[in-house]
């Protein structure tokens, strides 16, 4: 076996780490910007995934509508009033838009300090960064949950800019182990 085709898999493994570190820095930033102003940030992001729902529903009604002759075409105007209806909920009663919010990031930050915790033992390096960020997802998801309804204008915005700053620095951990492998091999 040649020594190119050793030292392939480990080049291959530590390519890409610039945009690792890149995706780092700008979720650190975020972090940091979100914890700064965390009513702006649980308004931005209601306001935000309320216009994502008003596209979304847009195009599956349109779909729906011009699409005759399809089987799926009542679900997708059936869907598509639907995604509008939360779009608009979200976006022009932004107290329950955040409070359903509040509900959704809950869960995304469950899953993720699951997928985390999951990941952490299933790898070998930085085996210890995922497993601790899966935690903190974790107890951040308990603690979202057990202080609703009162902190849902603010909460949701510190729980992301915590993750944001935690995952932020783990990516940046993760990229320069990465460039330290590049760099041995060069």
């Not at 729906?64 to 639907?82: A, D, N, P």
């Amino acid at each position: 076996m040649s020594e190119t085709t050793v030292d392939q898999p480990f080049h291959k493994s530590g390519a890409g780490w610039g945009w690792i570190l890149a995706y780092g820095i700008i979720s650190t930033i975020i972090g940091f910007l979100a914890l700064a102003w965390p009513f702006s940030a649980t308004l931005a992001m209601t306001l935000v995934v309320g216009a994502f729902f008003i596209a979304t529903g847009i195009a599956s009604l349109a779909s729906g509508i011009g699409g005759k002759g399809h089987e799926t075409r009542w679900y997708e105007m059936l869907f598509g009033v639907i995604s509008i209806a939360l779009g608009c909920l979200l976006a022009f009663r932004p107290v329950i838009g955040a409070i359903s919010l509040t509900l959704t990031v809950a869960t995304w930050l469950g899953l993720r300090g699951i997928f985390e915790i999951y990941w952490g033992f299933r790898i070998r390096r930085h085996r210890w960064l995922l497993i601790v960020m899966g935690v903190i997802n974790i107890l951040l998801d308990i603690f979202l949950l057990a202080t609703l309804p009162m902190s849902a204008m603010t909460l949701p915005g510190f729980i992301l800019a915590i993750s944001f700053i935690f995952g932020g620095v783990t990516a940046i951990m993760v990229a320069l182990g990465y460039r330290s492998i590049v760099h041995d091999l060069r």
